[in-house]
T-cell receptor
Framework: GQSLEQPSEVTAVEGAIVQINCTYQ??????LSWYQQHDGGAPTFLSY????GLEETGRFSSFLSRSDSYGYLLLQELQMKDSASYFC??????????FGGGTRVLVKP | DAGITQSPRHKVTETGTPVTLRCHQT?????MYWYRQDPGHGLRLIHY???????DKGEVSDGYSVSRSKTEDFLLTLESATSSQTSVYFC???????????FGSGTQLSVL
């Protein structure tokens, strides 16, 4: 089976940088994804890493190290609207996506 | 936004009753998924489908069944609802080789 570990909560101020780490154990690893979910809303896709390295999308970046079974999501220039839960997810054999427990990010003024 | 509709959006039912949740898509995506979300557990896969009449179990499939008779519809059935199945249920879709999942708005199910 698969298991993912990520911190449960992170608090930061507007304009700051937050890094959310995700470590995983899985068989047949294909890639690591990140999703954002605001309270009461549906998860929305943020990024995907299939290969080692950094992927940048605006203020958000995601990193993957397959050899370390580790990745992170970097949120830069934090804004109040970034207050949400962030989930890492791994894709393994069978096109199943397994999610971590989520990290709640609270942005303070 | 991807065309995914879940119905109903909210449902309250009693223990022991059957319940069916519907997911309808207009994207013609091959893959469809049912997840449940509970505090402290993130999103857990119940069942998924990789084509019409092709389904497979996820990590928390006990007590649930699914059917996909058309590309656009994926039904989740709780044969005999229990209080432990009180949760928010999300349907999601994806294209065959696309890692991006699009989620529906969710169904809040309460089993009393």
């Amino acid at each position: 089976g698969q298991s993912l570990e990520q911190p449960s909560e992170v608090t930061a101020v507007e304009g700051a940088i937050v890094q959310i780490n995700c470590t995983y154990q899985t068989s047949g690893f294909y890639g690591l994804s990140w999703y954002q979910q605001h309270d009461g809303g549906a998860p929305t896709f943020l990024s995907y890493n299939g290969l080692d390295g950094l992927e940048e999308t605006g203020r958000f970046s995601s990193f993957l190290s397959r050899s370390d079974s580790y990745g992170y999501l970097l949120l830069q220039e934090l804004q109040m609207k970034d207050s949400a839960s962030y989930f890492c997810a791994v894709k393994a054999a069978g096109n199943k996506l397994t999610f971590g427990g989520g990290t709640r990010v609270l942005v303070k003024p | 936004d991807a065309g995914i509709t879940q119905s109903p959006r909210h449902k309250v039912t009693e223990t022991g009753t059957p319940v069916t949740l519907r997911c309808h898509q207009t994207e013609n995506h091959r893959y469809m998924y049912w997840y449940r979300q509970d505090p402290g557990h993130g999103l857990r896969l119940i069942h998924y489908s990789y084509g019409v009449k092709d389904t497979d179990k996820g990590e928390v499939s006990d007590g649930y069944s699914v059917s996909r008779s058309k590309t656009e519809d994926f039904l989740l059935t709780l044969e005999s609802a229990t209080s432990s199945q009180t949760s928010v249920y999300f349907c999601a879709i994806s294209a065959s080789s696309n890692e991006k999942l699009f989620f529906g708005s969710g169904t809040q199910l309460s089993v009393l």
